[in-house]
């Protein structure tokens, strides 16, 4: 990377891009809910440190739980461009206990705007009737969507991003001052179907009962870990951080959903998103579900679908056409987190959070996937 090629975030440009979401490219095509172009900024690590390995002290949370809620996050002050920096920095685990701290710079193509991100703050229970659908039977868990969807050793859900890579919470991990006793030896579930005495595999000819399933580990290699969740910690800014990004050790040879950017609430088609979890209450059971954006900071969308502890790190996914490839496409655009209870004018309201995948947070997840910023230019 060369200072020619890029020039650093300013005030100016990190506040373009916290307003303008990137650069979206107006559709032509009213009559279909299409995905917005975007510009997307660098991020790329610039020095990178040995820490000592951590204790693995922590118990791991299924949920998170914060009090600020939206007008209380569109309260908050811009970061400055050091404190982004400081934030989207990120702290990497290996499978032998090791880990490291890396800074990074953000940085924007000679050719344009763009920059960094703002910030903004998040138990779920069930909202009157409880809209949830359990998913049955390998023809529907084996088939994408729903195979996107797995399930973490620490109890949390996670979905397939690339053929190595697991997109959840960072809060399954870590709680923001220690890593959590099972991350050390952090495996990921994948359902398969529960082989029968004699069996090699297929359905019973005859059976009319579903199929039974059973979950096969893969180890994790290594765990990214935004810094703004661990120095924030869902206090002031940790809810909007709480992300992680995981790397298994073989590929899981899977279908994935890919990341975006995500789109603002207006944008989504009806208004809706969609996300599959491992819900406790529901043990086994790989959970669907969908529900309306009821608010939207720069960096968080409330919600109230249905949800339990343990659908945490679930991917959010929207459907929308793709203009440039001329079909449609399911993308990430969020990570579900946990739960906040809002004070609306004295009269107590609850909502479920997901973390949105911002510009920069897209640069930077995608970083950790594909190791390439040149990769990452457009969300």
């Known amino acids: 990377m060369t200072r020619s090629a890029f020039s650093m975030v300013g005030l100016p440009a990190l506040i373009f891009l916290l307003w303008a979401v990137g650069g979206v490219i107006p559709s032509s095509s009213h009559w279909k809910p299409t995905w917005p172009s975007y510009k997307v ?15 693995f002290d922590a118990e791991a949370k299924l949920e998170v739980v914060s009090p600020c809620g939206p007008s209380c996050h569109k309260r908050s002050p811009l970061p400055t461009y050091q404190e982004v920096k400081d934030y989207l920095s990120y702290e990497t685990l290996y499978s032998n206990g090791s880990r490291t701290e890396t800074e990074v710079g953000i940085y924007v193509v000679t050719s344009g705007s763009a920059g960094a991100q703002s910030r903004s703050r998040t138990k779920r229970q069930i909202y ?162 969908f529900c309306d954006v009821k608010d939207e900071t720069f960096d968080l969308l409330y919600q109230q679908c249905d949800a339990q502890p343990g659908a945490s790190g679930s991917g959010v996914y929207v459907r929308m056409w793709k203009r440039q490839n001329h079909k449609w496409e399911r993308k990430i655009i969020g990570i579900f987190s946990g739960h906040q209870w809002v004070d609306n004018n004295g009269s107590p309201q609850d909502f479920n959070v997901a973390v949105r995948i911002t510009p920069l947070k897209y640069a930077q997840i995608c970083y950790w996937i594909k190791g390439n910023y040149m990769d990452c230019r457009d969300g």
């Open 41 to 55: 900024p660098v991020v790329v690590p610039q020095l990178t440190v040995n820490l000592d390995k951590p204790q």
């Open 128 to 289: 009157g009737y409880d809209t949830r659908f359990s998913i049955f039977g390998k023809d529907f868990l084996l088939n994408y969507p729903f195979s996107t969807s797995v399930k973490l050793s620490t109890g949390c859900t996670g979905t397939l991003v690339a053929e190595k890579h697991v997109l959840t919470a960072a809060h399954c991990i870590h709680d923001g001052k220690s890593y959590v006793k099972g991350a050390k030896k952090l495996r990921v579930g994948f359902l398969r179907p529960k082989l029968k005495d004699g069996s090699k595999g297929g359905n019973v000819s005859g059976s009319s009962e579903p199929e039974r399933m059973k979950f096969q580990w893969i180890r994790v290699k290594r765990t990214h870990v935004p810094k703004g969740w661990i120095k924030g910690n869902a206090n002031d800014i940790g809810m909007d951080y709480d992300y992680a990004l995981l790397e298994l050790k073989k590929p899981h040879k899977r279908k994935f959903m890919k990341i975006g950017v995500s789109p603002s609430a207006r944008q989504l088609p009806g208004g809706r998103i969609h996300f599959s979890g491992y819900d406790n209450d529901r043990p086994g059971n790989l959970v669907y579900r």
